[in-house]
């Protein structure tokens, strides 16, 4: 029998179709399930950088809620996309059964599944724009200094998508190993909170022991953070000469951008290949 | 295989861990046909019909052929999955939308347009009579609605075959009717329908041809009707306390097959007289008298106990 090439949707549908469901779902309680991973941020924003930041004035060349919030980008796009390919992706799978559903269309499983990380990194871009503009603008309101002194700042969602595709590749991978939903309090507690405090994003890398500074270059964070804080401080040097140059746009940056892509593909080979067996029977 | 065949099994395998699902099976349904799958639960009928839309994978074997619409689901599954409508056991809808927006996101998988989605949409929802209904939330449908929806959604892109996995399960008879009624209109245009069930009245009611299967094994294919002829008793009558046999003459006895079923005990007969005979000598009320059904013929052949599965 012949096999037209049009006997079904091409590649970009399938793969569309999957995210399209899944923001028509998430969009629909928007209000309760968006306002934590955008507040977060600010919290920690308002809490820790202005009130410790202002007493330790400059450091590391420059006003510490600015180092601070250039890294909570990331950190909320960590989150959101994490938790949507952990919890999420859990539900969807064992509880609300939507995957057999969604596998009767015309959808394979792979599709489906990397329909599931691009969205994380979608939710990771929407989160990093929210954000950014709340954290500019309480900066801007707290005559701290003003984040938009550069037009570097527009990458920084894109950076977003970036983290949250790889957290929600490597939270698939971890779903994948996931019998029991209240394991993932593991995953969060005793991986991605180390990781929001010894990536970079409250105090530099630099700053840990040695040893521990070898473990930080391992956490995928810390590279995401470090392409962030580069691009949203690169427009700040002439006002602040003394800031540390590990801050700005260097060729350095190319080994994290060399790590962000072997993981991303590696983590999504192996989240793809494991959880399909979880798909299919 | 003549031209008509939607469905070509041939020795099909499924092994789940230690577990043999599926075990040599073959069959074959011609289009516009209604093939029904009977068995207890744990046989491996959910498993075939997952086998042909690759939402299982079969156990790869050089003499196996499995074929839908010419293609093997095994390396062709989307040219399969685009002209088939599943309806799985377990209802799957997205709760947190309501009932056109569920069928919405289910348009885009097939790249409707969206004008013909909201057209499609329009018209299953009066087919499947939930045309006011529309804009209701999930979790404010009825068991039996939500049902119908499901089924909606499977007919989304005018299938060719539809894949029914216990369609009418926990359902009142007035839905159960209802969805009968639509699945043979379906049939009538030419849809070829495949159907697992354990309400033998269904596959009954439905089913061109039954295939009966039991721990993996098919033990009798064939029209319901023929099968009932060929290997089943036309009457039976079920006496509700087997204590009460016990004084019947035996003589009379002989000539029906008994069965046993906890409290009660069944005599079969072709002929009416005999089962008449065994009434005359019991007190009213004590049993009833029926024509044989594909329940007994079920029961006959798969056996009244219970499996570990089940």
Request: glycine residues 6%; aromatic residues 12%.
């Amino acid at each position: 029998m012949q096999h037209s090439r049009n006997t079904y949707p091409p590649l970009w549908i399938r793969i569309g179709s999957v995210w399209f469901r899944h923001m028509r779902v998430y969009s629909r309680n928007l209000i309760s399930n968006g306002l934590p991973p955008f507040l977060e941020p600010l919290i920690f924003l308002v809490g820790i950088g202005l009130g410790l930041g202002l007493d330790l004035g400059d450091i590391y060349g420059i006003p510490y809620p600015l180092f601070l919030g250039a890294g909570l980008f990331m950190t909320a796009s960590m989150f959101t996309a994490s938790f949507e390919c952990t919890f999420g992706t859990f539900i969807r799978l064992e509880f609300d059964k939507v995957y057999d559903g969604m596998l009767a269309a015309p959808v394979s499983a792979n599709n489906l599944l990397i329909g599931e990380i691009l969205w994380a990194g979608s939710k990771g871009f929407f989160f990093s724009l929210c954000v950014l503009i709340a954290i500019s603008v309480a900066l801007l309101v707290l005559h701290v200094d003003n984040l938009f002194s550069s037009f570097l700042i527009v990458f920084i969602p894109f950076f977003g998508f970036i983290n949250g595709v790889m957290f929600g590749a490597f939270s698939l991978l971890v779903t994948s190993f996931v019998k029991n939903i209240n394991h993932f309090n593991f995953y969060f507690t005793g991986f991605l909170s180390p990781m929001f405090f010894f990536s970079g994003v409250v105090f530099p890398v630099g700053n840990l022991p040695p040893v521990l500074r070898q473990l930080a270059e391992v956490f995928p964070l810390t590279h995401t953070v470090r392409f962030v804080r580069a691009f949203c401080l690169a427009g700040l040097h002439g006002k602040y000469p003394r800031m540390d140059a590990a801050y700005l746009i260097r060729p350095e940056l190319l080994w994290d951008a060399a790590y962000i892509i072997v993981f991303v593909l590696l983590m999504s080979y192996l989240a793809v290949t494991r959880l399909k067996k979880r798909l299919i029977d | 295989m003549s031209l008509k065949t939607v469905i070509n099994v041939q020795h099909a395998y499924k092994t789940y861990d230690s577990l043999q699902a599926v075990t040599d099976l073959s069959f074959a349904v011609d289009q516009g046909r209604c093939f029904a799958f009977l068995g207890p639960n744990g046989a491996g009928k959910t498993t075939m019909m997952k086998m042909l839309y690759a939402k299982a994978r079969r156990d790869p074997r050089p003499e196996t052929v499995m074929q839908v619409f010419g293609y093997d689901p095994q390396y062709q599954e989307l040219a399969i999955k685009n002209v088939c409508g599943v309806v799985p056991q377990d209802d799957n809808l997205d709760v947190e939308l309501d009932v056109r927006q569920n069928l919405r996101i289910f348009s885009r998988f097939y790249d409707m347009s969206a004008v013909r989605a909201q057209e499609r949409i329009a018209s299953l929802l009066d087919f499947m009579e939930l045309g006011d209904k529309k804009r209701s939330p999930i979790r404010e449908l009825s068991g039996g609605m939500k049902r119908r929806l499901i089924i909606a959604r499977a007919l989304l892109n005018e299938p060719r075959l539809l894949i029914l996995d216990e369609p009418t399960t926990g359902l009142d008879p007035q839905v159960r009717q209802l969805i009968w009624d639509k699945i043979r209109s379906l049939q009538k245009s030419n849809v070829t329908v495949l159907l697992t069930t354990h309400y033998m009245e269904e596959a009954y009611q439905l089913a061109d041809t039954i295939l009966i299967i039991d721990k993996g094994i098919k033990v009798l294919e064939g029209n319901p009707h023929t099968l009932l002829d060929e290997y089943i008793e036309s009457h039976v009558i079920e006496i509700l306390d087997k204590t009460r046999t016990a004084g019947l003459p035996a003589p009379l006895l002989r000539k029906a097959r008994k069965e046993e079923s906890g409290e009660r005990m069944l005599f079969y007969s072709e002929q009416i007289d005999v089962i008449h005979g065994i009434a005359d000598k019991l007190p009213r009320g004590s049993f009833f008298i029926r024509q044989t059904n594909l329940e007994d013929l079920f029961l006959k052949i798969t056996g009244r106990k219970l499996h570990a599965t089940q």
